[in-house]
């Protein structure tokens, strides 16, 4: 048993190291060029001195804040796959990452400040709120691309009960054979007489392929804490909710995957892409405080590239005029000159991005074609050459 425990112990602390965010197989977008947005709003739909949105190279970082010290951040990357199942699409997905921290200069008595809290669904406080709230809206009666909710991560409900730090792992791919969602976590307690526990599967969907993938891993460490999900074609939505105050004064923070299914080559408008946090923001107020931003017109288009391709001279069916290096009245040979070749071994052409086989172009269109010109130059060569005899 303790082999075991030992083993699995390992097992986990391997997958846990695995940094934030990486992919293979796909391409980040490139902010400002291939990601534009229109206009960033505070959650009242107001400009606002406090709310930021901007791209520092290609993620993107929003934000707002308040006179309490209360802020909701997000961070989001975008990504296109290279290559998927084939249903004549294109697929994009955003990995959001958003955290709200609670302030520390909060109203309590007579002047007197304390911290700000998160809402937490306690006897304190009335009604639930969410604590971290994303939502995402566009719409479908233009036909040009949907929300594909049944991989985005997660794509169910689901509740947090043990008290403990939890790190997640969230993969989402899509590949030639195979596409899917996994989200698994391992829990380690903060006492220090835990042991760490193996890691398991909360929701896993389809088969996952890794050749073709985004992968994100993060810790969390609220106490009894529920995730609802709602997922349509032109909405997706994630609601997170913190059920005791135990961990209210400190920091919440969660990651999503929200993927996109367009037309080959299309690109996709994100009409609201909307960020929510709810605080308690005195002992005496039993009222939430909602702070958030909503970010408009978000444009996501394909990544640009060029084909290289070279000019192409078809091959005359005249004879040269240029004296014949074989001596007179000797035949000449039927060898017909090789295909003109690259430095790096390959034939004149062009190459797509990707898997693809190079498109070859007429100068290197086989034996076929070559024997038959040697045979037209050989013929008028032997003509030219019986005449001069004669």
Request: glycine share 8%; aromatic share 12%; proline share 5%.
């Amino acid at each position: 048993m303790l082999t075991l425990s030992l083993i699995t112990s390992l097992a986990l602390a391997d997958s846990l190291t695995v940094p934030e965010t990486s992919y293979t197989g796909a391409t980040i977008l490139q902010g400002d060029t291939d990601v534009i947005f229109d206009t960033v709003l505070n959650s009242e739909y107001e400009t606002s001195p406090e709310v930021y949105a901007f791209f520092e190279g290609n993620t993107l970082y929003v934000g707002n804040s308040d006179d309490y010290g209360n802020s909701v951040d997000a961070i989001v990357e975008f990504f296109w796959f290279q290559s998927s199942i084939d249903r004549g699409s294109d697929f994009y997905v955003a990995v959001i990452k958003v955290r709200a921290t609670p302030g520390r200069d909060c109203p309590l008595w007579m002047g007197l400040d304390t911290d700000c809290e998160l809402w937490a669904d306690d006897l304190a406080d009335w009604g639930e709120h969410p604590v971290v709230s994303v939502e995402a809206i566009t719409d479908v009666s233009r036909e040009q691309g949907a929300f594909r909710w049944d991989w985005a991560v997660p794509f169910e409900n689901y509740g947090i009960d043990a008290y403990g730090q939890v790190s997640f792992t969230n993969q989402y791919g899509i590949g030639v054979s195979a596409e899917g969602a996994v989200m698994a976590h391992g829990e380690i307690p903060l006492d220090e007489s835990g042991t760490v526990q193996a890691e398991g599967d909360v929701q896993v969907k389809g088969f996952f392929n890794p050749s073709f993938m985004v992968q994100t891993q993060y810790d969390v460490t609220l106490y009894e804490w529920d995730v609802y999900v709602n997922g349509r074609a032109d909405l997706m939505a994630w609601d997170t909710y913190l059920n005791l105050g135990e961990r209210a004064n400190q920091s919440a923070y969660y990651e999503y995957f929200l993927p996109v299914q367009v037309e080959v080559d299309q690109s996709f408008v994100l009409d609201e892409f909307n960020f929510i946090a709810n605080f308690d923001i005195g002992n005496f107020n039993p009222f939430t405080h909602e702070l958030g931003l909503s970010l408009q017109g978000i444009e996501i288009n394909p990544p640009l590239y060029e084909e290289h391709e070279e000019e192409v001279t078809e091959p005359s069916s005249e004879p040269s005029e240029e004296p014949s290096s074989e001596p007179e009245g000797q035949e000449p040979s039927e060898e017909t000159e090789p295909s003109e070749e690259q430095p790096d071994g390959s034939t004149n052409g062009f190459e797509l991005e990707g898997d693809s086989e190079p498109v070859k172009s007429c100068n290197s269109t086989g034996k076929k074609n070559g024997s038959q010109h040697g045979l037209i130059l050989f013929a008028l060569a032997g003509l030219v050459g019986f005449g001069r005899r004669r």
